[in-house]
């Protein structure tokens, strides 16, 4: 099982810092097969990026992906105050197909 | 526009089994494999069970292999998941998540939710 680690656990920063979240696969995983997901309270989870860089539809520039390998991270250029939430890191590959991390939450400072 | 919506939730006593269904709409629903993805009160997502677009192929997590069968009906755009032998450790909101393409293997739309609680 590919295990996700996300960091930090919880990140505060204010309006129009720049957040940097962290996503660590325990084996390496396929760049097209790593994707982000943001979640409000009380909502489903709505996808950002997949393929490691590629933004969804509708998702604003604001938000980017990198990575590889075992270390992917997610950027928020500048925060706007609707982007405080949480934010999931997804991988598909050998049994279990699917594992998400554990999450970071973004919280307002 | 894509539409996901779960139903069947409820309250059930350990050992008892639920039926989740989700009404697709939106998207021609056989085209897609379909998951379904488990959230704890206050902790992380959980994969749970898949499904190829034309119901040929299954997957399980092992936490509810041999427990849950997930089905799809694409006569009736619908995706089921019946659980069987439910564990405390089971109560989640279970969603239903479209499973984007073989290339890249993500969760494009989601539904709300329903909130399966297990407890005598």
């Known amino acids: 099982e590919i295990v996700l680690t996300q960091s930090p656990g919880t990140l505060s920063l204010s309006p129009g810092e720049r957040a940097t979240l962290s996503c660590r696969a325990s084996?390496?995983?396929?760049?097209?097969?790593l994707a982000w997901y943001q979640q409000k309270p009380g909502q489903a989870p709505r996808l950002l990026i997949y393929?490691?860089?590629s933004r969804a539809t509708g998702i604003p520039d604001r938000f980017s992906g990198s990575g590889s390998g075992t270390d992917f991270t997610l950027t928020i250029s500048r925060l706007e105050p609707e982007d405080f939430a949480v934010y999931y890191c997804?991988?598909?590959?050998?049994?279990?197909?699917?594992?998400f991390g554990q999450g970071t939450k973004l919280e307002i400072k | 526009e894509v539409q996901l919506l779960e139903s069947g939730g409820g309250l059930v006593q350990p050992g008892g089994s639920l039926r989740l269904s989700c009404a697709a709409s939106?998207?021609?629903?056989?085209?897609?494999?379909m998951s379904w993805v488990r959230q704890a009160p206050g902790k992380g997502l959980e994969w749970v069970s898949g499904?190829?677009?034309?119901?040929?192929?299954?997957s399980y997590a092992d936490s509810v292999k041999g427990r849950f069968t997930i089905s799809r009906d694409n006569s009736k755009n619908a995706l089921y998941v019946q659980m069987d032998s439910l564990r405390d450790d089971d109560t989640a909101v279970y969603y239903c998540?479209?499973?984007?393409?073989?290339?890249?293997?993500?969760?494009?739309?989601w539904g709300q939710g329903t909130l399966v609680t297990v407890s005598s």
């Open positions: 997804q991988q598909y590959g050998s049994s279990p197909p699917y594992t």
């Open positions: 499904i190829s677009g034309s119901g040929g192929s299954t």
């Open positions: 998540a479209r499973r984007y393409a073989d290339t890249t293997r993500h969760f494009d739309y």
């Open positions: 393929g490691t860089s």
């Open positions: 939106g998207f021609t629903f056989s085209s897609y494999a």
């Open positions: 084996q390496s995983v396929s760049s097209s097969y």
